[in-house]
């Protein structure tokens, strides 16, 4: 099945970008096509790490948003349209709707057979609980939504748990999905040498380089939140 994966969660320092990487090597281990898209004009995290598979684009341009459907149209060897990941930025929620409403993507996408989903991440703040109330008041039954607890930023979700927020996205089909934490000092190693998780597990021990049990951890990590994404059947 094809799909458009929105990773937002509006806030910034949530780990979107994580997820969004995440999602980009869930795929490639999969072998499964994807074109991915980073919308973050301030740290680029998405091309960064992914640069063989995710190039920049403009949220406030709908020539720049365009370029995201128009990638269904480029099909993989089999002839399938590719899933696609979009890295939104913080508060790139406005122009967005815009664009999808004046676009119709909901309806043009159906029509192609493509599954829209929007990941919603979230920490353990009140913020992204009414974030994704906003989330779902401006898109209703339209898309999937895929709320994260991302255990990275936060431990107690007890008020998205119980919040109207959740309780409303359940109702209409969400899937809810714990993002478990990385040890902080792993995924730092990570960052500082622009790797991809592939290639931060893989690469040979040098200067900077994740150890033996870092090394065992990521891949521990990566296996537990590849059960999480198996689960909602991607």
Do not use: C
């Not at 989330?135 to 991302?150: A, D, F, H, Q, R």
Request: net charge negative; hydrophobic share 40%.
């Amino acid at each position: 099945m094809s799909s458009l994966n929105f990773i937002g969660g509006e806030k910034g320092g949530v780990g979107k970008s994580v997820l969004a990487r995440l999602l980009a090597q869930y795929f490639i281990d999969k072998e499964q096509a994807f074109v991915g898209f980073d919308t973050d004009r301030s740290h680029t995290s998405f091309t960064r790490f992914y640069a063989d598979y995710a190039s920049p684009v403009v949220v406030d341009s709908y020539e720049g948003l365009d370029a995201i459907a128009s990638a269904f149209e480029s099909a993989d060897p089999t002839g399938a349209p590719p899933r696609v990941v979009v890295d939104l930025a913080a508060q790139t929620a406005a122009p967005l709707a815009r664009w999808i409403k004046d676009s119709d993507v909901f309806a043009v996408l159906a029509d192609m057979g493509i599954t829209v989903n929007f990941w919603h991440v979230s920490d353990a703040g009140k913020d992204s609980v009414d974030l994704l109330g906003r989330l779902l008041s401006t898109y209703e039954t339209g898309p999937n939504y895929i709320v994260v607890k991302n255990h990275g930023r936060g431990s107690d979700f007890s008020q998205l748990d119980a919040s109207p927020a959740l309780e409303t996205a359940l109702s209409r089909g969400a899937k809810v999905i714990s993002l478990p934490a990385l040890h902080e000092a792993s995924m730092r190693k990570i960052d500082r040498q622009n790797a991809s998780f592939w290639a931060a597990i893989h690469s040979k021990p040098e200067a900077d380089a994740l150890g033996l049990l870092e090394r065992q951890r990521v891949k521990s990590w990566l296996k537990k939140t590849y059960e999480g994404f198996d689960s909602l059947s991607l």
